[in-house]
């Protein structure tokens, strides 16, 4: 992690193409799996950033939350501040960890070009 780097997300499940490391930057670089893959277009940059302000919180605290009953897809987040360690279906989880699912999902198909 550089300092131009927002977050780093591992992405973890037993689909084909769900296993993902996605280096997001601030200016709206990404990365996956290690392969530069293109940029965000100007309104995820910004959301980027505000799911990255979101994030300061939770991982200053190593948030770590269990897997729900159905859980299917683990997550690793790790920027500047800390970490944070969670499923698709943990209960408890703050806003920002649905939105940064959201985020990895549309990097992963538009970006990525996995299929999920």
Request: proline fraction near 7%.
């Amino acid at each position: 992690m550089q300092a131009a780097d927002l977050f780093i997300v591992t992405r973890e499940g037993p689909a084909p193409g769900q296993r993902l490391v996605l280096l997001v930057n601030e200016e709206g670089g990404v990365t996956c799996n290690g392969h530069f893959a293109g940029r965000l277009d100007d309104p995820k940059i910004v959301e980027s950033r505000a799911i990255q302000e979101d994030l300061k919180e939770p991982a200053s605290e190593h948030l770590r939350l269990a897997p729900g009953r159905g859980s299917v897809v683990r997550y690793h987040v790790r920027d500047a501040d800390g970490t944070v360690d969670f499923s698709d279906d943990s209960p408890g989880q703050p806003s920002v960890l649905h939105k940064l699912q959201l985020l990895v999902l549309q990097a992963a198909q538009q970006l990525c070009h996995l299929p999920a």
